[in-house]
Nanobody, 115 residues
Framework: QVQLVESGGGLVQPGGSLRLSCAAPGSIYSIRAMGWYRQAPGKERELVATITSGDTTNYAESVKGRFIISRDNAKNTVSLHMNSLKPEDTAVYYC?????????WGQGTQVTVSS
C-alpha cells in the first residue's frame, strides 16, 4: 500500500533539538505540498507546519520561531527541524503529502521531550 516513511523521532531534553524526515514513495503523483501534524495523548491532531512546492510555508502559532520546515521537491521529501523543544511538544508526529488525487499519511513517529 502507499505509505509515507517517517524517521527521526526520539527522546530529547527540554531545550534540545530534533530533526524529523519524511519521504513520499515514487508512486504518489502530483504532490503539491507536504507537511506535519502532531497528536498528543488525549488531544486532537493539530497542524504543525506545511510547505508548498513553491516554498510557501505555514506554521502553527505554538511553534513559530522554533520549528523550520524544509523540502526537497526532486526527492519528494520534507523535514522538520525542531529547536528549543518543550515538554508540550511531546506527541506523535505525522507526515502528510497533498496530491492531486488526495492526501497521504505516514504512520507517525514519537517525539518525547522530557528531563
Amino acid at each position: 500500500q502507499v505509505q509515507l516513511v517517517e524517521s527521526g523521532g526520539g527522546l530529547v531534553q527540554p531545550g534540545g533539538s530534533l530533526r524529523l524526515s519524511c519521504a513520499a514513495p515514487g508512486s504518489i503523483y502530483s504532490i503539491r505540498a507536504m507537511g506535519w501534524y502532531r497528536q498528543a495523548p488525549g488531544k486532537e491532531r493539530e497542524l504543525v507546519a506545511t510547505i508548498t512546492s513553491g516554498d510557501t510555508t505555514n506554521y502553527a502559532e505554538s511553534v513559530k520561531g522554533r520549528f523550520i520546515i524544509s523540502r526537497d521537491n526532486a526527492k519528494n521529501t520534507v523535514s522538520l527541524h525542531m529547536n528549543s523543544l518543550k515538554p508540550e511538544d511531546t506527541a506523535v508526529y505525522y507526515c502528510v503529502a497533498y496530491s492531486f488525487v488526495g492526501d497521504y499519511w505516514g504512520q507517525g513517529t514519537q517525539v518525547t521531550v522530557s528531563s
